[in-house]
């Protein structure tokens, strides 16, 4: 065993030591009516983290000790009888040091700290319900909030991603670009005399908290908008920071319009906090708040939609309905499984069922043997991928970029393309021979149109061709296309 390894052992030892130290004077606490317990336990359990999860877990499902923990943890929550023994000896301490007889500027300075102490103890709720009460007053009304969200309590207000804007002399401006009539460049100053309003927007980070009622002012985006002609193929918007990473976010034009977004310069009253995006942030209501942009430097529509920066690196549903819980692009996995998953670039033999991977720049994805089934690919980039024996049935594939993809066998069997829709994708070069293709589409029934781009690189054999006789239009469009 290395030096340092050995060092690390010792110092797990000595959390979990010292856990169970804390641990026992808190348990005394909890039952014995002269000590406080929960300091103690909240020691401990800071301590089991650090040496061991699995006894951390335990003191947490603890059936005695663990509420307390969690009430303080999830709620703040101090009980009343450690408030006013805390209180007590503190009290007792400055008499004594007062009756000793120091220094004044000590006793004061000893009096403050004493006094800020208490005063933060004696105002934290006493019971998890005061704390909901507390939230709740702060909300006005009782409003509903999306599922497995949690209000911030107190009105807290977390700091999620990029801490600050890229450092830069020049003036702040926002530009509006790409699809419009004619390109602008705005003032801070130009932009509030657009008009602004005041908004209360409920924020729901996907990190699963909430924060109901904040109060922004600023411009709806499409006060701004008319004002610079956005042009008719203008289908999607992306929202640009000035930061060092260019982060980004995109929406649906009409999303972005009918939810209200808004260019914000204020919260509160005063000032966005940079750290909050000041000068200028968006405010989209009703979506995940990844699709907030904070230090908003550029406004540009597309006809195609571009991934945002955690829609792309991340694996967060391009699409952010919290009442529908479009938390990331595979239902069920958390945010770490999606991004290692989006990274790798291997799917092979996962289950990916309902996956969201539109747009994203997946060549050379290994995806053999994946359950696929109803996932969406759309416009992506799959250039040479590999599905050896998948389940892509019911799978969207419109306009996907599948030149030299391979769909054959994977342990003999081929791949499940039954239903997918195949319209507009560039099956230049891709393999599909002996997958089913019972009821996919290459091409709009009826007009002939949007068909996918299939030619005699294309390998579609016999037993492939013969799946797809149930849709005589489908079989013509595929048989005339391979030439
Ligand atoms: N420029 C920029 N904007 C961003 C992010 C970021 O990392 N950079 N993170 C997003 C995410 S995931 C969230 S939840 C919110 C967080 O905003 P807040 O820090 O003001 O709470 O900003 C969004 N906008
Ligand atoms: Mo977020």
């Known amino acids: 065993m290395g ?10 030892v000595l959390w979990i030591t010292s856990g169970y130290v804390f641990a026992g004077i808190g348990f005394a606490g909890v039952v014995l009516p002269v000590l406080p317990g929960v300091p103690f336990l909240l020691l401990a359990a800071f301590c089991f983290s650090r040496g061991s999860e699995r006894l951390h877990q335990a003191l947490l499902m603890h059936p005695r000790l ?3 923990i969690i009430a303080w943890q999830k709620y703040g929550v101090i009980p009343k009888r450690a408030k006013i023994l805390a209180v007590s000896v503190m009290a007792t301490s400055f008499a004594l040091t007062w009756w000793i007889g120091v220094a004044p500027f000590a006793l004061a300075a000893q009096g ?21 009460a507390a939230n709740r007053a702060a909300e006005e009304t009782t409003r509903e909030i999306p599922p497995n969200q949690q209000v911030t309590s107190n009105g807290k207000w977390p700091v999620v991603g990029e801490k600050a804007p890229r450092r830069s002399d020049e003036p702040w401006t926002v530009e509006i670009t790409g699809l419009v009539a004619a390109t602008r460049r705005f003032t801070l100053d130009e932009l509030r005399a657009f008009g602004e309003e005041d908004f209360v927007v409920d924020i729901h980070c996907v990190t699963r908290w909430s924060r109901p009622q904040s109060r922004f002012r600023g411009v709806r985006l499409a006060k ?7 042009l ?3 289908r999607f918007v992306s929202f640009v920071a000035r930061s060092d990473r260019d982060h980004s976010t995109s929406l649906l034009l009409a999303d972005a319009l009918a939810l209200e977004a808004i260019i914000a310069f204020e919260h509160d009253g005063e000032a966005l906090d940079e750290i909050h995006g000041g000068p200028v942030r968006m405010v989209v209501p009703g979506r995940y708040f990844y699709k907030s942009v904070k230090w908003l430097e550029r406004i540009e529509l597309m006809a195609l939609d571009r991934l945002g920066y955690w829609e792309a690196e991340a694996g967060y549903h391009n699409d952010a309905d919290p009442w529908l819980e479009q938390r990331y692009a595979v239902a069920n996995f958390d945010r770490r499984a999606v991004a290692a998953l989006f990274q790798s670039r291997d799917f092979s033999g996962k289950d990916l069922r309902s996956l969201r991977a539109d747009r994203q720049e997946f060549p050379g994805l290994v995806a053999n043997g994946a359950a696929l089934r109803d996932a969406s690919f759309c416009g992506a980039n799959l250039e040479g991928a590999r599905f050896d024996g998948a389940n892509l049935s019911n799978a969207r594939l419109v306009e996907a970029n ?3 993809a ?10 499940d393309l039954e239903g997918a829709d195949l319209r507009g994708a560039d099956l230049r070069g891709a393999r599909l021979d002996g997958v089913s293709l019972f009821g996919a589409t290459f091409v709009t029934p009826g007009t002939m149109e949007d068909g996918a781009i299939i030619d005699a690189t294309t390998r579609i054999d016999a037993s492939a061709l013969q ?13 005339r296309a391979l030439g």
Request: charged content about 20%; aromatic content about 6%; proline content about 7%.
């Open 224 to 230: 701004i908008l008319d004002h610079c002609a956005p």
């Open 232 to 234: 008719d193929d203008a």
């Open 406 to 415: 391979s769909f054959g066998p994977f342990d003999g069997q081929a791949a």
């Open 112 to 132: 403050t700290i004493l006094l800020s102490v208490a005063i933060y103890l004696v105002t934290r709720p006493s019971t998890a319900n005061e704390s909901v």
């Open 3 to 12: 030096l340092s390894m050995a060092l690390r052992k010792a110092q797990r």
């Open 467 to 479: 799946s797809l006789d149930s849709t005589l239009e489908q079989l013509d469009y595929v048989k």
């Open 66 to 68: 663990g509420p307390p």
């Open 402 to 404: 599948l030149r030299n």
